[in-house]
């Protein structure tokens, strides 16, 4: 009974050992580091696009409707503001996540 659960202890252990030696080193993670820096970049300027797009419309859409007499127009305006706003902030937390300088 002893030496059976010796020798399931000593397997675990040695496949365990085996696992742990199998996994990858610096270079797979600085060359993912490398990766993630270059997405954020393309991915940052992408949302600060579609954002700066995206308050053009809004503003195309607040100056017609207000030329047109209609009301509401603040709720309309401080949507669309909140929207690119929300757009810009997210460059910030993707930074401050992923540890980009």
């Not at 809004?58 to 669309?80: E, T």
Request: charged share 10%; proline share 1%.
């Amino acid at each position: 009974m002893r030496s059976i659960r010796f020798v399931t202890v000593s397997f675990t252990v040695i496949f365990f050992a085996l696992c742990a030696t199998a996994q990858p080193g610096l270079d797979e993670f600085y060359q993912v580091s490398g990766e993630v820096n270059r997405f954020y970049f393309s991915f940052s300027d992408l949302a600060l696009v579609i954002g700066a797009v995206c308050g053009l419309l809004g503003g195309l859409r607040v100056y017609s409707n207000w030329q047109s007499g209609k009301h509401h127009i603040d709720a309309q305006v401080m949507g669309w503001f909140f929207s690119c706003l929300f757009l810009s902030l997210v460059g910030a937390a993707l930074k401050a996540l992923f540890g980009v300088h």
